[in-house]
């Protein structure tokens, strides 16, 4: 199984601020990898997908960049709507694999 | 509007069993890759079973193969997901998601149902 590793596990930020959250996977993706974001008692949302590919209805303040096995998730300026936990999700291989989550917490 | 709703968690004992609805509109189920994903308390997204396009193939989790059954009803449109042998640890919100349709590969899942939670416990 591939394993995913986020850091941190959670920031805090100020509305305004540039957020970046990282992705490792234990082999490499061949760019397949996804970001979600999960508010609680809600469904999780697809962020990115194919590890640059902004899902439609998304903002543009949301992008993702990397390759082989290092990605990153970046908020370029973070909106009090942007407070939630993101995770990493690789989709070169089964069993589909999830990172452990990075909170993102209003400093 | 593509949606998904999730119905059939509660309580159950360890060691019964318990069947999981996920009724899709908008789309048809026939023609993109299912999912169950669940989230146990406190803890991440964990990715269960995937019931690909042909309705024949079908992947699941170490920790519930041999134990799940994911199944779909493409006359009622609806995902299913048979969970029997239930352990504590089975304790979670599961989610039914939408894949990837056949010749348009994205790798994410979308929509996610609202999810429906289980709980397993004497």
């Known amino acids: 199984d591939i394993q995913m590793t986020q850091s941190p596990s959670s920031v805090s930020a100020s509305v305004g601020d540039r957020v970046t959250i990282s992705c490792r996977a234990s082999q490499g993706l061949n760019n397949w990898l996804a970001w979600y974001q999960h508010k609680p008692g809600e469904a999780p949302k697809l962020l990115i997908y194919?590890?640059?590919s902004l899902q439609s209805g998304v903002p543009s303040r949301f992008s993702g960049s990397g390759s082989g096995t290092d990605f990153t998730l970046t908020i370029s300026s973070l909106q009090p709507e942007d407070f939630a936990t993101y995770y990493c999700q690789q989709a070169n291989s089964f069993p589909r694999t999830f990172g452990q989550g990075t909170k993102v917490e209003i400093k | 509007q593509v949606q998904l709703v999730e119905s059939g968690g509660g309580v159950v004992q360890p060691g019964r069993s318990l069947r999981l609805s996920c009724a899709a509109s908008?789309?048809?189920?026939?023609?993109?890759?299912m999912h169950w994903v669940r989230q146990a308390p406190g803890k991440g997204l964990e990715w269960v079973a995937i019931?690909?396009?042909?309705?024949?193939?079908?992947y699941y989790a170490d920790s519930v193969k041999g134990r799940f059954t994911i199944s779909r009803d493409t006359s009622k449109n609806t995902l299913y997901l048979q969970m029997n042998s239930l352990r504590d640890e089975d304790t979670a919100v599961y989610y039914c998601?939408?894949?990837?349709?056949?010749?348009?590969?994205?790798?994410?899942?979308?929509?996610w149902g609202q999810g429906t939670l289980v709980t397993v416990s004497s």
């Open positions: 019931i690909w396009v042909d309705g024949n193939n079908k």
């Open positions: 194919a590890t640059s």
């Open positions: 908008g789309f048809s189920i026939s023609t993109y890759d």
């Open positions: 998601a939408k894949g990837d349709r056949v010749g348009a590969p994205t790798g994410g899942f979308d929509p």
